[in-house]
């Protein structure tokens, strides 16, 4: 399990933290343990020192990024392993079938207006789901601890349906590319 960012920034957990803090907060925590402030000390401190601008570094990159915070936040709750084939809904894999079926025509007979229908296709089912997901995201930091276990299961699909359009919406750009 990975370091708990959130408390490393004072911080409560959430899918929507407020953004200004956090960048301030890692610029604070970035002069409190710049190395160079802390030359003359002790060797075990410089050490410590260099081990928290690390971890400063690594918690800002994570949560100012919302696909990385997403993912983080899932991981440090179990709910996605790397390297894990995760399992998606049933109706959410036949919609995709179709589209890998159009993918692959397209591979065989490039069509730039086939290419657009399936992109808009791609692009209409990552706004529903982006839309369906914010109240979730939105209200996950007030939500009882009860709770929490049912909106981390909801944004885990909404997570792992995101990737899988994403890797379409890369092929498409191959597609696009070549020609």
């Known amino acids: 399990m990975s370091p708990d960012y959130f408390a490393f920034y004072g911080l409560p957990e959430s899918f929507l933290p407020d953004e200004a803090a956090l960048k301030r907060l890692y610029y604070a925590k970035s002069r409190e343990t710049h190395p160079d402030f802390h030359a003359t000390s002790s060797s075990e401190n410089q050490a410590e020192m260099l081990r928290q601008a690390t971890l400063n570094t690594d918690a800002y990159r994570t949560l100012a990024h919302p696909d990385q915070r997403m993912a983080y936040l899932l991981r440090q709750h179990g709910l996605l392993e790397e390297g894990k084939q995760e399992q998606l809904p049933p109706d959410f894999l036949m919609d995709m079938m179709d589209l890998n079926e159009q993918l692959m025509e397209l591979e065989m007979e490039p069509d730039a207006a086939v290419q657009t229908k399936v992109a808009a296709e791609v692009e209409a089912l990552a706004a529903t789901l982006d839309a369906g997901i914010q109240p979730v995201l939105a209200g996950y930091e007030q939500l009882p601890a ?14 792992l349906k995101k990737r899988y359009l994403l890797r379409i919406q890369q092929q498409l750009a191959t597609f696009a590319a070549r020609s």
Do not use: F, G, S
């Not at 009860?146 to 997570?159: C, E, V, W």
């Open 146 to 159: 009860d709770h929490r276990p049912a909106a981390l299961q909801q944004i885990r699909t909404y997570y």
